[in-house]
Every structure is written in structure tokens, then in C-alpha cells.
């Protein structure tokens, strides 16, 4: 549907957010961002340079089974800080990998899953150390 003016996103001064953007065709697509606040000091308005970002999106192939493996869907996964959980439907005979992330670029195995045919719990008890985690199922 386009980026617009309906698009902007306001955070408050010292925060933080994480915003995701979805494209409904392949192609290639050239995104500008600027950022502007108000200078707490001396309420002088300020706009950042554009910064532009290029992303190429591919067409998914939805009859590719080169990987010869179902697509893996999670079932549900808890909401509370910890222990955090997840559910998911397995193959038998596949082995998924569970790995977990701060950062969503350093990524550690922290579990290991064996295809039942049917649904698998994970719990993750290690101790939280990071405000944020990110998971991910991987079938090896």
C-alpha cells in the first residue's frame, strides 16, 4: 500500500521501539528514513539527513520442497518472562534446533528437538540475562 505520512511512528525522548515492514510483491524497493525530535536544552527542532535503505524481494516459491521438509509452524509459545516456552508440529525422523538470540546476530543452540510426528515442547530454563530474547526453530 505505499509508505505515508499514517506511517509515522513517535517514540518518547530516552526510548526505544523495533518496527517491521512487510512487502506484498517481489521487487526491488528503495525505503528513506529521517529521524526529527525537539532538542530538550533549547527546544530547537531538529531533522536528521535521509538515510535509504535498498531491499530486494524475491518471489516465494510455494512448490520448492528442495529442502524435502515440511514447513515448520509454531503452535503457541508463552508470553511471561520465564521460563519462556514454545510448541511446534514435528516430522519423525528430522531434527530441529532451537536457538535463541539478544541481538538477532549472534545466535546460540541452546536445544535440541527429535521429530516425533506430532507436537514437541521446549522450555528454555536457562536464567534470563537480557532484557531481550529472540528465538528460532532451525530443522537440521
Known amino acids: 500500500d505505499g509508505i505515508s505520512e ?8 530516552g526510548a526505544h521501539a523495533h ?3 512487510a512487502f506484498s510483491e517481489a521487487g526491488t524497493y528503495r525505503v528513506g528514513f529521517n529521524f526529527s525530535g525537539k532538542l530538550a536544552a533549547n527546544g530547537l ?31 503457541a509459545y508463552s508470553t511471561g ?20 538470540s539478544h541481538d538477532l ?3 546460540e ?6 521429530g516425533n510426528g506430532g507436537t514437541v515442547d521446549f522450555i528454555d530454563q536457562r ?11 532451525k530443522i537440521k
Open 6 to 13: 499514517a506511517d509515522k511512528f513517535v517514540t518518547k525522548a
Open 19 to 21: 518496527q517491521s515492514m
Open 45 to 75: 527542532n531538529i531533522i536528521s539527513q535521509e538515510y535509504e535503505l535498498l531491499f530486494e524481494v524475491e518471489e516465494a516459491d510455494h512448490d520448492d520442497d528442495s529442502h524435502g521438509h515440511d514447513d515448520l509452524a509454531i503452535g
Open 81 to 100: 518472562a520465564s521460563p519462556f516456552s514454545l510448541s511446534f508440529e514435528t516430522k519423525a525422523g528430522l531434527t530441529y534446533e532451537i536457538e535463541a
Open 105 to 107: 546476530k549472534k545466535w
Open 109 to 114: 543452540e541452546i536445544g535440541e528437538v527429535k
Open 127 to 137: 536464567e534470563a540475562l537480557f532484557n531481550s530474547q529472540y528465538y528460532r526453530v
